[in-house]
């Protein structure tokens, strides 16, 4: 008996450019200070001047988001954290500063690349009215309708920066890689959407009380690199990287299920304040 032909496949157009966000990448440099003390006075400022050209996040080059900074500890001396929608642009900036000639003297020490993603945990306008009736708001009451309707004013804007995301004006920031575990008791995937729904809201609303303190994004590494997620946060102060991460600690979704890579803190620079603290310019006599 004939069931008829297979459905066509769908024509998907062959892009490097997601359809929805950017593509994201954290790249993390130590110097070589042994290489930087054989260079003489003018060919360390030319060094300097290549590598500045080429982090400028206004150059015609750049990628549509590009944010340095200086890191704290050995785990590297600073960090570059990109986003454009074409992954050739954020990587050609990793690769014109090996090629620079300040490259000799430049050791990567840790990438991360991912894309911006909007979470399956994030409500729908027609979701959190449910969220609101379960919470107490009778359908249809005045204070249902203006919680909806703020909900669904804020709902676009905050899709938008999660997937082209703008840095904010806070000085400190700390980026780490996790997983979801998927051990014989303790795996996240085989949990209802239910289930993973309410442990992620609980997590939400833990971090919601530190806005105003500290921004938070959430990229995907999901067969893009060694894990599963990178979490980027930046905050008014660096106290506040502390805290958040204590408290969310305790919420189910990370007390039970969640597994933490590297911890890279730093403190955001221009490009060119950034070399003056790694003591990258011209000799001193001192």
Same mark, same amino acid.
Request: aromatic share 10%; glycine share 6%; proline share 8%.
């Given at each position: 008996?004939?069931?008829?032909?297979? =459905?066509?496949?769908?024509?998907?157009?062959?892009?490097?450019?997601?359809?929805?966000?950017?593509?994201?990448?954290?790249?993390?440099?130590?110097?070589?200070?042994?290489?930087?003390?054989?260079?003489?006075?003018?060919?360390?400022?030319?060094?300097?001047?290549?590598?500045?050209?080429?982090?400028?996040?206004?150059?015609?080059?750049?990628?549509?988001?590009?944010?340095?900074?200086?890191?704290?500890?050995?785990?590297?001396?600073?960090?570059?954290?990109?986003?454009?929608?074409? =992954?050739?642009?954020?990587?050609?900036?990793?690769?014109?500063?090996?090629?620079?000639?300040?490259?000799?003297?430049?050791?990567?020490?840790?990438?991360?690349?991912?894309?911006?993603?909007?979470?399956?945990?994030?409500?729908?306008?027609?979701?959190?009215?449910?969220?609101?009736?379960?919470?107490?708001?009778?359908?249809?009451?005045?204070?249902?309708?203006?919680?909806?309707?703020?909900?669904?004013?804020?709902?676009?804007?905050?899709?938008?920066?999660?997937?082209? =995301?703008?840095?904010? =004006?806070?000085?400190? @920031?700390?980026?780490?890689?996790?997983?979801?575990?998927?051990?014989?008791?303790?795996?996240?995937?085989?949990?209802?959407?239910?289930?993973?729904?309410?442990?992620?809201?609980?997590?939400?609303?833990?971090?919601?009380?530190?806005?105003?303190?500290?921004?938070?994004?959430? @990229?995907?590494?999901?067969?893009?690199?060694?894990?599963?997620?990178?979490?980027?946060?930046?905050?008014?102060?660096?106290?506040?990287?502390?805290?958040?991460?204590?408290?969310?600690?305790?919420?189910?979704?990370?007390?039970?299920?969640?597994?933490?890579?590297?911890?890279?803190?730093?403190?955001? @620079? @221009?490009?060119?304040?950034?070399?003056?603290?790694?003591?990258?310019?011209?000799?001193?006599?001192?």
């Amino acid at each position: 008996m004939s069931t008829g032909r297979p =459905p066509a496949p769908q024509q998907v157009p062959i892009s490097l450019e997601p359809t929805d966000g950017w593509h994201c990448t954290h790249l993390y440099y130590r110097f070589d200070r042994a290489v930087l003390a054989k260079l003489s006075d003018d060919e360390l400022r030319a060094a300097r001047d290549h590598a500045l050209a080429i982090l400028d996040p206004a150059g015609s080059d750049a990628p549509q988001r590009l944010q340095t900074s200086v890191v704290s500890g050995h785990k590297a001396d600073f960090g570059l954290m990109l986003m454009d929608p074409h =992954p050739p642009k954020i990587e050609s900036v990793n690769q014109r500063l090996l090629a620079s000639k300040l490259g000799a003297a430049l050791i990567p020490s840790y990438s991360f690349v991912s894309i911006t993603e909007i979470s399956e945990y994030v409500p729908s306008v027609e979701q959190y009215g449910k969220k609101l009736v379960a919470e107490g708001d009778a359908e249809g009451s005045p204070a249902y309708a203006a919680k909806l309707k703020a909900y669904a004013d804020r709902l676009p804007i905050m899709n938008r920066q999660r997937l082209t =995301p703008d840095f904010p =004006p806070y000085p400190a @920031t700390c980026f780490y890689p996790m997983n979801k575990k998927r051990k014989v008791v303790e795996n996240w995937f085989l949990l209802s959407f239910e289930d993973r729904n309410r442990m992620m809201a609980e997590h939400a609303k833990s971090g919601m009380t530190f806005a105003g303190k500290v921004q938070q994004l959430i @990229t995907v590494g999901l067969g893009l690199d060694d894990w599963e997620w990178g979490v980027t946060l930046w905050a008014k102060n660096p106290q506040y990287l502390t805290h958040i991460v204590y408290r969310m600690r305790f919420d189910e979704a990370s007390a039970r299920y969640a597994e933490f890579g590297p911890f890279y803190t730093s403190y955001v @620079t @221009t490009p060119a304040e950034m070399l003056e603290h790694c003591k990258v310019g011209a000799k001193q006599s001192s």
